[in-house]
């Protein structure tokens, strides 16, 4: 009769578990689920509540360090640029250059550029300077609060 009662014990354990993941949906506590569905099966062997206490236990550790890393490369929800960020790869029109600094226009908003060092070692090589008003850019990256851009489609006199 014991035997019995705690078959239903853990199976009303694992289906709380269950429904809790169901709702949250952050992989919580599905582990703890298959944890109490083992320690379930573990009653139809005649085990002691000390046996399938470990069982849960071990189980649900297993579960959660072996299955957690696939799972997660799956549900892994892709990251959306916020902010700044959203200004990488984006072509900016350079629309002022002074004394070596030049300003771009991007969503709005005037930044300072730097050019990328790739694109200063060009420099010595050329007889106009890299960035002029009117030049395209591309921006590689964020330093601070200036845009790193290299030059695209630049003509050299």
Do not use: H, Y
Request: with cysteine; hydrophobic share 55%; charged share 20%.
């Amino acid at each position: 009769m014991q035997q019995i009662l705690m078959f239903f014990i853990w199976l009303v354990v694992m289906i709380i578990f269950i429904l809790l993941e169901v709702f949250s949906l952050s992989l919580i506590t599905i582990w703890f689920a298959i944890g109490a569905g083992l320690a379930m099966i573990s009653v139809l062997f005649n085990a002691s509540l000390a046996i399938q206490l470990t069982v849960f236990i071990v189980s649900s550790i297993i579960a959660l360090i072996a299955i957690s890393p696939f799972v997660s490369k799956f549900i892994r929800k892709p990251k959306i640029p916020t902010n700044a960020n959203r200004l990488l790869g984006m072509i900016v029109t350079i629309i002022d250059v002074q004394d070596d600094i030049a300003e771009a226009k991007a969503n709005g908003q005037i930044w300072r550029c730097k050019l990328d060092d790739d694109d200063k070692k060009l420099k010595i090589d050329k007889k106009r300077q890299p960035l002029q008003k009117g030049d395209k850019a591309k921006v590689i990256a964020i330093e601070g609060i200036k845009l790193i851009v290299t030059p695209i489609n630049n003509d050299v006199e």
